[in-house]
């Protein structure tokens, strides 16, 4: 059986990154079939080099947050010289536009997020916004505009939310279809953990 590609990326990491929204919560996620790594015949999971298991860390955070190397790396830069360089990347991270609209329950993945949002189906605080990489900030209102509400992408969304919580750093009005950051993202509500020590170490070489 052919497995998709981003299929494949979970399991070379050895985890799910959570990239197919709705099959990875089912019995076809090829995690639940298939765990071994991509290959012929399922390559053996060897012991990693120190620089193996950063690049590791590093590509599991990249791809579940769907960015490219250069955004990522860009992100670690910014953040390199700050205290609690950690915290500081997992802020960064979560506070991205297609980020909060995928953790409100508005999407199924953050690709798919990703995309809403660069088609112009939010508002921020009444405004219109299509950049995805936007860093929200406590307070702002996160909402689906009224005229994409019936749209194919989120007319069933209502239904979908009733056994849906998003993290705590988010409240979610279900009827309304909008939410609100209440406060900063923190290490104990990744969707996907990850070392971020390492992958910091990984871009000091």
Not at 28 to 56: D, W, Y
Request: aromatic fraction near 8%; hydrophobic fraction near 35%.
């Amino acid at each position: 059986m052919k497995i998709d590609q981003k299929c494949k990326i979970c399991r070379r990491a050895g985890e799910k990154l959570f990239l197919k929204g709705d099959r990875c919560f089912s019995q076809k996620c090829a995690m639940v079939r298939n765990a071994t790594k991509p290959g012929v015949h399922g390559k053996s999971r060897s012991n990693l080099s120190e620089f193996g298991i950063q690049l590791r860390e590093k590509q599991k955070a990249r791809f579940a947050y769907n960015l490219s190397e250069k955004q990522f790396k860009n992100y670690v830069t910014k953040i390199s010289q700050k205290r609690g360089t950690g915290d500081a990347l997992i802020s960064k991270l979560e506070r991205r536009l297609d980020n909060v609209v995928y953790r409100l329950g508005f999407a199924r993945s953050r690709s798919i997020a990703n995309q809403a949002v660069g088609h112009g189906h939010f508002y921020i605080n009444g405004r219109k916004m299509d950049i995805p990489s936007y860093e929200a900030r406590i307070g702002d209102v996160i909402e689906i505009r009224p005229n994409s509400k019936n749209s194919a992408a989120f007319k069933d969304l209502k239904e979908t939310l009733k056994k849906y919580n998003p993290p705590s750093w988010l409240s979610l009005d279900k009827e309304n279809l909008k939410g609100e950051m209440k406060s900063l993202p923190a290490k104990e509500d990744l969707a996907v953990p990850f070392n971020l020590n390492l992958i910091i170490e990984y871009y000091s070489r």
